[in-house]
């Protein structure tokens, strides 16, 4: 006797796309989430084993997550270790799910951002302003923003773009807007010199000569007399010639501003100006 039985075996197919351009690339020393497309056809629910490595290197070791048909992708946290050279890499997924094996391969870029100061030292008058130009570039691979800020100073600054787009391999260029304070500090108002530590004013001088005069020509001695003359005289022309004199203004003042960037918790310095602020 022969049995027939019929039977319909369900075939599935799973597979990973590449991640889109704003998630295939990371700066050194950071983590970032990406999104692995699935593409898949009759897929049974079951349980996914997942682990990645960039070029040879073990990135995440193997963990489990419940993959099934209503699963369109996958996310994975991607480090890269700090000292990754720049550049293009290989990104490979090793999955496993019931017992079928797959890796699946896609570039994967390390890349960062710097910049730069057109200038690193201005002079300004108290309350006026100048502007530089920063300038911003990054490595292939790299799209996204980076923030603009300065350090606190007296000084205050602003950007034509607070938050700029970079995109690998292409330059940017912001002005930076300077203005000092209307006030420098320690300056003080400038007024006519002390005359603490003289000792009268001329016109006191005056009368004291003549009095200091008949006392030493009352006692007949005129060595004196001449003596007390000729040192009144001096003092007067001293005093009279530093009356008219007046305060020096304050020497300028100094002010340092840190133009920095940062993006994905990254902070890069593009340099330091030294703001020298006269005061008029």
């Known amino acids: 006797m022969t049995a027939t039985i019929d039977q319909t075996l369900s075939a599935y197919t799973f597979a990973l796309q590449a991640p ?8 050194p020393g950071t983590s970032l989430s990406v999104s692995f497309p699935v593409q898949q056809s009759n897929l049974p629910s079951g349980t996914l084993m997942v682990g990645c490595t960039l070029d040879s290197t073990t990135l995440c ?3 489990y ?9 996958l996310m994975q946290q991607v480090a890269v270790p700090p000292g990754t050279p720049l550049g293009q890499h290989q990104l490979t997924m090793l999955t496993t799910f019931f017992n079928n094996t797959q890796q699946f391969s896609f570039p994967f870029y390390v890349a960062d951002f710097s910049g730069s100061l057109g200038s690193t ?3 300004l008058s108290a309350g006026g302003s100048t502007s530089i130009t920063a300038t911003l570039t990054a490595t292939t691979g790299f799209l996204g923003n980076v923030a603009l800020s300065c350090g606190n100073s007296a000084v205050t600054c602003n950007f034509s773009q607070g938050t700029v787009t970079l995109t690998g391999g292409a330059t940017q260029q912001v002005t930076v807007t300077l203005a000092a304070p209307a006030t420098v500090k320690g300056a003080a108002p400038s007024h006519p010199a002390s005359r603490t530590g003289r000792l009268s004013d001329p016109p006191a001088f005056a009368v004291v000569m003549p009095l200091g005069l008949a006392i030493a020509l009352r006692r007949r001695r005129a060595f004196c007399a001449i003596f007390v003359a000729v040192l009144l005289l001096f003092v007067i022309s001293c005093g009279s010639g530093s009356s008219s004199g007046s305060g020096t203004p304050p020497p300028p003042s100094q002010y340092s501003v840190t133009v920095q960037a940062n993006g994905y918790g990254i902070t890069h310095t593009l340099g330091t100006i030294t703001v020298t602020v006269d005061q008029e």
């Open 20 to 27: 889109s351009a704003v998630q295939d690339w990371a700066i």
């Open 61 to 63: 070791p193997y963990y």
């Open 65 to 73: 997550i419940g993959l099934g048909p209503s699963n369109s992708t």
């Open 121 to 123: 030292a201005v002079t």
